[in-house]
């Protein structure tokens, strides 16, 4: 089966060639990285490694995932994967997450964090206590098994097709594994690890703002498409 990633990166310079080195040397057929307004080297550096750089003007994590996506069904790649560009998911554990796709027992697979291993200060209390709420509050919601809301995960392209997905900052994460959910999608966990983010700066989880927000998004799409 044919498989894009799709890493969704601003201001990822130190990380984003090694990222997709390594992303490369796994069984893939295309690394696009989506560059989301970097005001740094983030979308030459993505080009050097051999990644094809997309990029996406409106800034937010959605804004990017989308327009990665809109380029990974245009090329018919069969699977896609969003990993962060920042390091905290490793590309060598990639076959975790397509071996269920590939064998046809999932259509959505994630990778959990609370099932895997977290490395010390890579989360912090705040995010781990949001997670697991959202995870349970989501489980409840939509009759689904899971335990985290990780940004690493792969889709089957007929399944993303199907989504017409909205939430274009926060909630896209969110929205993808509700609506999966919804049109009673095989939703998968596996267990992945995760990292403190190898350079840069945090824009999310490791900023107020980022963490209030991230929370807003999470709880309101959850409940949002619940009813
Ligand atoms: N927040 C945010 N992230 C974006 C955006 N566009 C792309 N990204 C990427 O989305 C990923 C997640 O953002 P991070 O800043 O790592 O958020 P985080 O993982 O909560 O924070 P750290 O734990 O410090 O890494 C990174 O690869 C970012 O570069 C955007 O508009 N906003
Ligand atoms: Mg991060």
Same mark, same amino acid.
């Not at 990380?15 to 989301?36: C, G, H, K, S, Y």
């Not at 990639?94 to 490395?119: F, K």
């Not at 350079?199 to 999470?218: F, N």
């Given at each position: 089966?044919?498989?894009?990633?799709?890493?969704?990166?601003?201001?990822?310079?130190?990380?984003?060639?090694?990222?997709?080195?390594?992303?490369?040397?796994? /069984?893939?057929?295309?690394?696009?990285?989506?560059?989301?307004?970097?005001?740094?080297?983030?979308?030459?550096?993505?080009?050097?490694?051999?990644?094809?750089?997309?990029?996406?003007?409106?800034?937010?994590?959605? *804004?990017?995932?989308?327009?990665?996506?809109?380029?990974?069904?245009?090329?018919?790649?069969?699977?896609?994967? *969003?990993?962060?560009?920042?390091?905290?998911?490793?590309?060598?554990?990639?076959?975790?997450?397509?071996? /269920?796709?590939?064998?046809?027992?999932?259509?959505?697979?994630?990778?959990?964090?609370?099932?895997?291993?977290?490395?010390?200060?890579?989360?912090? /209390?705040?995010?781990?206590?949001?997670?697991?709420?959202?995870?349970?509050?989501?489980?409840?919601?939509?009759?689904?098994?899971?335990?985290?809301?990780? /940004? *690493?995960?792969?889709?089957?392209?007929?399944?993303?097709?199907?989504?017409?997905?909205?939430?274009?900052?926060?909630?896209?994460?969110?929205?993808?594994?509700?609506?999966?959910?919804?049109?009673?999608?095989?939703?998968?966990?596996?267990?992945?690890?995760?990292?403190?983010?190898?350079?840069?700066?945090?824009?999310?989880?490791?900023?107020?703002?980022?963490?209030?927000?991230?929370?807003?998004?999470?709880?309101?799409?959850?409940?949002? *498409?619940?009813?």
């Amino acid at each position: 089966m044919k498989t894009a990633i799709i890493i969704p990166a601003l201001n990822e310079a130190g990380n984003i060639a090694e990222l997709v080195r390594q992303t490369l040397a796994q /069984p893939v057929d295309w690394v696009i990285v989506v560059d989301n307004g970097s005001t740094d080297d983030t979308a030459v550096l993505a080009k050097a490694a051999g990644a094809t750089v997309v990029r996406e003007a409106r800034r937010g994590y959605g *804004y990017a995932c989308a327009a990665g996506t809109a380029v990974a069904l245009n090329l018919n790649t069969d699977i896609l994967v *969003y990993m962060d560009g920042d390091f905290s998911s490793l590309p060598q554990e990639m076959p975790r997450l397509l071996a /269920p796709i590939q064998a046809d027992e999932a259509d959505l697979v994630l990778g959990s964090r609370a099932l895997g291993e977290i490395a010390a200060g890579a989360m912090l /209390p705040h995010q781990k206590f949001g997670n697991w709420l959202s995870s349970r509050l989501m489980s409840r919601l939509y009759h689904i098994r899971v335990t985290d809301l990780g /940004p *690493y995960r792969a889709i089957r392209a007929a399944t993303m097709h199907q989504l017409d997905m909205r939430e274009m900052t926060f909630g896209w994460p969110t929205e993808m594994m509700v609506k999966v959910a919804k049109g009673n999608g095989r939703i998968r966990e596996v267990p992945v690890s995760w990292h403190v983010r190898r350079s840069g700066e945090s824009k999310v989880s490791g900023t107020l703002r980022g963490s209030i927000l991230a929370g807003y998004y999470i709880l309101g799409v959850t409940l949002k *498409y619940a009813i």
